[in-house]
């Protein structure tokens, strides 16, 4: 997935930028860096509107090459993610959905679908989505950790106590098993309230 990550740091005093200071070749810098050369002390700080804007230009941009690859699943990927960063979700949806008729197994497509899905509040499609990727991949741990949130999401605390256990069983060292213990011992707790 891509991600756009802006950091924004609020100093009580802003220093200078020192001139010697040297900046990596253009090669070294990640994938769809600003080219250094039009970089200025000057630019433009990010705000909302000049980060919609690139978003925009980027989702775009992003559409073009898509019409060029239709069947391009990583282009239709990065495509779609933009678009549900940019809280666009039905036209995400159509991307997703577009990469499943292509590759009916992608599961990265089929978890973003289905979290398009919560946003929707259609609790059931997204449920039926874990659900897909659990036929094909059983100890898919996203998929089970989903599954028991959307469940506890419904107020359906036995089918959330019963997914986040299975996603303890089936790796209890990850991080989403973590998150499943505590939220097993939370829910068990305010049960017993």
């Keep these: 997935m891509l ?3 802006i950091i924004v740091a609020t100093l009580k005093e802003q220093k200078p930028i020192p001139q010697q200071i040297s900046t990596p070749p253009q090669s070294e810098l990640p994938l769809n860096h600003p080219p250094i050369d039009g970089m200025n002390n000057n630019a433009a700080k990010p705000s909302k509107e000049n980060v919609a804007r690139r978003v ?46 292509l590759d009916a197994k992608n599961t ?37 950790y989903n599954l028991g949130s959307l469940y506890a999401t419904m107020k359906n605390d036995a089918e959330a106590l019963t ?21 097993i011992s939370f829910l068990e707790n305010s049960l017993k309230k």
């Design 56 to 101: 925009q230009q980027e989702i775009e941009n992003l559409q073009h090459s898509v019409e060029k690859e239709p069947n391009n699943i990583s282009l239709l990927m990065q495509l779609a993610n933009f678009l549900f960063d940019a809280h666009q979700m039905s036209e995400a949806k159509k991307y997703y959905e577009r990469i499943l008729q």
């Design 163 to 183: 997914w986040w256990k299975r996603t303890v069983q089936a790796n209890d060292t990850s991080e989403l098993a973590k998150k499943s213990k505590e939220n």
């Design 3 to 5: 991600t756009v990550v």
């Design 108 to 144: 990265a497509a089929r978890l973003e679908l289905s979290v398009c899905y919560y946003h929707e509040q259609n609790f059931q499609q997204a449920i039926s989505l874990m659900k897909e990727i659990l036929s094909y991949e059983p100890r898919n741990q996203d998929a089970m």
